[in-house]
């Protein structure tokens, strides 16, 4: 409200106010003025009743005089009685009784008797003697006889009086036949006093009149003579109403009047206004002061509060406008760029950060631009119209008041480069400020640091290594999965708990007391602990401890890394038991034997006990390498090491050298017998049926024995001539045993020397090749020659086969020795053919490993072209067990010598492993039942149905059969009488060199006798 | 009916009169007054009933109230004898005492010469100057000088003292003597008198009991008496009897609280 306002309002109230107490102050002098009349009614009336009383006693009394006979006394006698009469009336001054001529007669105050006294015009005026009191007009002095009527009085003797005078009441009285007139001297002066007693309380003043009008007496000084106004009597209208009041608003004055109710007497008081008003003056004069003060006062506090309230409206807008340049300077303190933007789509408000910001952006500034159309707003449509449509429609909508608020995290490319930024806006009602207030943060290091967190509670997450966090006081915080994985204890077992829930008991407190000593000094502890799992099991685990510091330096929490080692313990357990072990088989390797041997000896040599030493060599085991593979080979020795181990005491070691060569160490042993025992047991156990994925396997070892301490004193010694009593028992037919004896290291060194001397063999031409007659039964002709390899050492002689193909085979020299050889074969048959006997076969034997060479066909295609020998006059003899392996490689080979025309014989034919019905699917041409057969055909009824069956089946399938080793013509007609193809053997004829083999040739070409020389040679 | 009231007096003290004149002169001359009041134990005082604080009879309850009623009874208490009241009053008191109508006239008596010729007079108890009464509305009479103006008209009452002193004193003024209980107020009420005389007491009375008077004081001393009790001449005995009574009244008390109790203190005579 503005000042004219508040004080025109003020003026209003304090009119108001004024008017309002005036009217009061009016109204309390219009009730003063009506209550000091109806007092003024109620004092006339009072006199009244006052005046009426005492001249009605007065009337009475002269009566009563009357009634009596007293007027006829003697004047005395008269005298006394009417001051006795009187006596007790003090309105009374005298008491007279006059003749009719108006003589007094007698008087209460003898002064007056004598006297003739005359009354003009006494009221009420009588015709004869009615009975009433008549009032004359009033008389100056005491009495009668000092007095005179004022009506004849001059104004000297009015003066003189002194205000005394009485008023003479008349009373006409007929007794004894007499007239006679009674008057009584009203005494004024005792009325005048009652009324001004009375009226003191009530200032006026008060007259009573007669009738007519006359003035009698009066309380004032002025009225004492009734000095009567015209006006004061005319509105008394006595003739209408005998009392009233009325208020003389001409003269001032209230005016109370009333008759009296039996006598021609008026009384009427006088009130001045002034009088009436005193009290009223005073009453409103305090009214009015203290109205003025109530309005004074109020108008002050009124302007006071005026005057406040604006300085307080002042203080509050200079408080608004500080408050505006602090909030102006606390946004732009702010870091983050904060827009205020007004319904009409302008800026209101920019901080200073967004000022910078668009200079540094080489932009114009927004000063009161247009959101949306500004150079700025092109600026950032150009930089992502996407993201810029989409905060325009937003801002539209904020704006609508659609949304409350809007919110987005968005990347832009500025010049500083890619940067994130969040978007805050909301609408703001406020009054006068109406709009959008957008704010926009540089968010870029929060989201960097967001993805770092993202990505440490990745690792946390997916860490294969437990993590377990915990605060200062060693209280877990949180754990990973890997941990409950480890662990088992989920998150909801450890957050809360202290991780000495995972101890295991397994350390003692000073592992622990170090533990926390190193985390307190260093703030790390990483080692191996012992923990248990929440199923009781106890586990290593690999565990590092970080003590984490906040700002301070002080620990804030605990980071617990950890690996389960379980399994790394293990595998170094394996590895140690590897080292130790043979991979395959799981037994102690040579490492280990020796190690255990040296313990025994040692221990042997301070007990003087014995023990034993076993060597244990599979027969023929390269061959089911050779032709089953090394996957059966390696099944067959588990089963072999197994077996072993069946038959040996628990205190005793079974070890695995390498190969299929097994040593056993048997400790304690009281005989040497006891060791012969065990090697009986193992090559009865071990003879059994081997059945490994469908190959039935016959394997047998050769096993020989050493003693300590009578075969060596030390292991290299007491292996040495384990080895060599093994070699014995293999020289010996196999699936034996020997104990060493010290004539085996003889042949022993004899096999030495001949491993050396069959590597010169070659190169010396110390091999020739002899060539054994195939004789057909049919005709009985040498229809081909066997190639049979023999030695001539130099020291030995002539050695056979038998003793130096298996030192050839286990050293190697086998396939050059047999390349040899077929080279040798084909030169000759190529000389045979040249010499006419072109229909001579050269059966070559072939060994397993040059089956297995890769490049076994092209020495035999170089073979066939250096030397031109037909191939399809070629045989090759293998044995069985070659056949029956799926080697690809063996397999190739086949094919390409079927390929060349070279015929495949199986040799040896009934001691492998093959069914004849198997034999079918192989690519072969013929059979040579083994001699072991043919030697007891004509005794042995086994042996006769099995060459028989051999025959026929072989024959069923398209089969050559030849038998070897017939020496005998029983054997011959055998065989004959049962369609065996062909025969060799002493019968005929044995291997013979070229040369004579070429003389035999010549002499049974065409010639179907028999031989009758035999060469006992093979 | 205050016409009645006097004539019912006036029969009565006419009663009394007659009985005991005959009495009192037999015994009058040779037996004190002590012997016959111990003998009769019956002790009479002679008292003004009209005198209002001295020996007032109030005409609403007719009972007797006044210093002198009060020292009277103190009297009879002290000699042990009843007291008999005899109405009394200034104009007859000579005659009655003389006549020996009473044993002593306790009423305040004025210690006049006049009366001291026939009286004998114990040593004054009270004593007053004179006091004139006028009506509130008396516009004439202002103060004690207007009083001695032609014209005026003063009242006493006959055979107080008052008579003689005004009768003496005045020059202008018309004196109007009066014998009739209460007259001087009903000439003066009624304006037949401007005023009339009187003493401290009797002032107090008109100012207590009327709304019309008004007292004028008299401007410095104008006469003042001392007033005693009075018994017959001659008789000693009753006499120091009397003088001891209002020796011990006096030193004991028993004056000035009977005084106190009427009002009248301020005139008390404790010598």
């Not at chain 1, 009602?429 to 290091?445: K, L, N, P, R, W």
Request: aromatic letters at 8%; one cysteine or more.
């Amino acid at each position: 409200m503005g000042a004219r306002g508040f004080f025109a309002l003020l003026a209003l109230f304090v009119l108001s106010s004024a008017t309002a107490t005036g009217y009061f102050i009016h109204r309390l002098r219009v009730e003063t003025l009506s209550y000091h009349l109806r007092i003024a009614e109620m004092q006339v009336r009072t006199f009244e009743d006052h005046l009426t009383q005492s001249v009605l006693v007065t009337d009475q009394m002269m009566v009563n005089l009357a009634d009596t006979e007293n007027l006829e006394r003697p004047a005395p006698d008269l005298r006394a009685i009417l001051r006795r009469s009187i006596a007790n009336l003090p309105q009374v001054r005298s008491l007279s009784v006059l003749r009719e001529d108006g003589q007094v007669l007698a008087s209460s105050s003898a002064g007056n008797e004598g006297q003739r006294l005359g009354f003009t015009d006494p009221q009420p005026a009588l015709d004869g003697d009615e009975g009433l009191l008549q009032v004359a007009g009033r008389w100056l002095g005491r009495d009668f006889s000092s007095g005179q009527a004022v009506s004849q009085a001059s104004a000297e003797a009015v003066q003189e009086a002194r205000d005394l005078g009485f008023i003479p009441l008349l009373r006409k009285i007929k007794s004894g036949g007499h007239r006679y007139t009674l008057v009584a001297a009203l005494n004024p002066d005792y009325f005048v006093q009652k009324y001004r007693e009375r009226l003191l309380q009530s200032p006026g003043d008060l007259h009573v009149l007669r009738y007519d009008g006359l003035p009698l007496f009066g309380t004032s000084a002025a009225m004492q003579w009734g000095a009567l106004r015209a006006e004061d009597w005319d509105p008394l209208a006595l003739s209408e109403r005998e009392m009233g009041s009325f208020d003389d608003a001409e003269h001032n004055e209230l005016t109370a009047y009333r008759t009296s109710r039996l006598y021609p007497l008026v009384l009427v008081l006088r009130l001045k206004r002034g009088d009436a008003l005193t009290e009223w003056r005073k009453d409103a004069l305090r009214f009015s002061a203290m109205a003025a003060l109530i309005i004074l006062s109020i108008s002050a506090f009124a302007i006071l509060f005026f005057f406040h309230q604006r300085r307080l409206g002042e203080q509050r807008a200079a408080a608004v406008l500080a408050e505006k340049e602090r909030l102006g300077a606390v946004l732009d303190a702010l870091p983050a760029m904060v827009f205020m933007i007004g319904p009409d789509s302008r800026y209101r408000f920019i901080n200073r950060a967004a000022r910078e910001f668009f200079s540094g952006e080489g932009l114009p500034q927004l000063n009161n631009g247009e959101y949306g159309t500004d150079a700025a707003s092109r600026y950032l449509r150009q930089c992502n119209p996407t993201l810029f449509d989409r905060h325009a429609d937003e801002m539209r909508q904020l704006m609508a008041g659609k949304v409350d608020q809007v919110f987005s995290e968005h990347t832009m490319q500025l010049r500083e480069g890619l940067r994130w930024h969040q978007l805050m806006a909301r609408r703001i009602e406020a009054e006068g400020a109406e709009g959008v207030v957008a704010m926009v943060s540089d968010i870029t290091g929060r989201k960097d640091a967001e993805t770092q967190l993202h990505l440490a509670a990745s690792v946390f997450k997916a860490s294969a290594e437990g993590i377990l966090v915990t605060d200062e006081a060693v209280n877990v915080l949180s754990v990973n999965a890997a941990f409950t994985q480890i662990t088992g204890y989920t998150s909801e077992d450890m957050i809360g708990q202290n991780p000495k829930k995972l101890a295991s008991g397994q350390h003692h407190a000073a592992f622990y007391k170090d533990m926390w000593l190193a985390l307190k000094e260093k703030g790390l502890w990483q080692g191996e602990i012992v923990n248990r799992r929440k199923n009781g099991r106890i586990y290593p685990e690999w565990l590092t401890i970080s003590a984490v510091r906040d700002d301070l330096g002080k620990v804030c929490n605990y980071v617990g890394v950890f690996s389960d080692i379980t399994e790394r313990k293990a595998s170094e357990e394996r590895i140690r038991h590897l080292s130790e072990h043979d991979f395959l088989t799981g037994l102690p390797n040579r490492i280990l034997f020796q190690d255990r041997v040296s313990h025994v000896i040692a221990h042997s040599e301070r007990n003087g006990a014995r023990f034993a030493l076993l060597f244990i060599d599979l027969d023929r085991f390269k061959t089911v390498n050779d032709t089953l593979g090394h996957h059966i080979g390696d099944l067959l020795l588990k089963e072999v090491a197994n077996r072993i181990g069946t038959c040996v005491r628990s205190t005793d070691t079974v070890s695995r050298q390498g190969g299929d060569e097994f040593l056993v160490l048997l400790e304690n042993i009281e005989q040497p017998e006891d060791a012969g025992r065990v090697a009986e047991k193992l090559l009865e156990r071990l003879a059994d049926t081997c059945v490994l994925e469908g190959h039935e396997l016959h394997i047998t070892p050769s096993i020989g024995i050493a003693l300590y301490p009578e075969d060596g004193r030390d292991m290299t010694t007491l292996i040495k001539h384990a080895d060599v009593a093994m070699y014995h028992s293999k020289e010996h037919g196999r699936n034996t045993f020997h104990y060493f004896t010290s004539a085996m290291n003889a042949t022993a060194n004899e096999r030495l020397l001949m491993e050396h001397g069959l590597r010169r063999a070659l190169e010396n031409g110390e091999l020739e090749m002899h060539y054994q007659p195939l004789v057909a039964l049919v005709g009985q002709k040498v229809v081909g020659a066997e190639a049979l390899m023999r030695w001539r050492h130099p020291d030995l002689g002539m050695v056979p086969p038998l003793k130096f193909i298996p030192v050839a085979e286990e050293c190697g020299l086998i396939v050059s020795l047999g390349e040899w050889a077929l080279r040798e074969a084909c030169k000759q048959g190529a000389a045979w053919h040249a010499a006419g006997w072109t229909d001579l076969t050269m059966a070559v034997n072939v060994s397993a490993p040059q089956f297995a060479q890769e490049d076994f066909l092209d020495a035999v295609r170089a073979i066939l072209a250096d030397t031109g020998y037909p191939p399809e006059r070629l045989e090759f003899e293998v044995t069985e067990s070659l056949l029956i392996v799926s080697s690809e490689v063996l397999r190739a080979n086949i094919e390409g010598l079927r390929g060349l025309g070279i015929r495949l014989a199986i040799d040896d034919f009934g001691t492998g492993y093959s069914s004849l019905a198997y034999l079918r699917k192989l690519p072969i041409d013929k059979l040579k039942i083994d001699r072991s057969f043919v030697r007891d055909v004509t005794l042995d009824a086994d042996d006769a149905t099995i060459t028989t069956t051999i025959v026929q089946m072989a024959h069923s399938i398209g089969l050559q059969v030849l038998a070897e080793g017939v020496e005998t013509q029983g054997q011959l007609n055998f065989l004959q009488s049962h369609g065996c193809n062909e025969v060799q053997g002493f019968y005929f004829s044995p291997a013979l060199p070229a040369v004579t083999f070429t003389a035999y040739l010549e002499r049974n070409n065409g010639i179907a006798a028999q031989s009758a020389e035999a060469t006992e040679s093979t | 009916m205050a016409s009645r009231f006097v004539s019912f007096f006036a029969v009565l003290t006419m009663g009394l009169l007659s009985l005991w004149t005959a009495g009192a002169a037999t015994a009058a001359d040779a037996v004190s007054h002590l012997d016959r009041i111990r003998a009769n134990k019956i002790l009479r005082v002679c008292i003004w009933p009209d005198y209002y604080g001295i020996s007032y009879r109030n005409p609403k309850t007719g009972q007797l109230v006044g210093i002198d009623v009060d020292l009277a009874r103190a009297l009879g208490r002290d000699m042990g004898v009843t007291v008999q009241f005899v109405d009394s009053s200034f104009a007859k008191l000579i005659d009655d005492v003389t006549a020996d109508r009473c044993d002593v006239a306790m009423f305040a008596i004025g210690i006049t010469a006049a009366r001291a010729e026939k009286l004998r007079f114990t040593r004054p108890h009270l004593k007053s100057d004179i006091y004139a009464i006028t009506t509130r509305g008396n516009s004439r009479i202002k103060d004690w000088n207007d009083i001695d103006k032609k014209g005026t008209v003063v009242a006493v009452a006959k055979g107080t003292l008052h008579e003689p002193v005004m009768r003496d004193k005045l020059k202008n003024a018309t004196l109007a003597v009066l014998d009739t209980p209460f007259a001087r107020e009903q000439e003066v009420e009624s304006g037949r008198a401007d005023v009339f005389m009187t003493d401290y007491p009797y002032s107090r009375r008109m100012l207590e009991t009327t709304d019309w008077a008004r007292l004028v004081e008299p401007i410095g001393t104008y006469h003042v008496t001392s007033y005693g009790w009075a018994l017959q001449p001659g008789d000693d005995r009753w006499y120091a009897r009397l003088e001891s009574f209002m020796s011990e009244i006096k030193r004991d008390g028993r004056l000035m609280t009977a005084a106190k109790r009427h009002k009248l203190d301020p005139i008390a005579v404790i010598d």
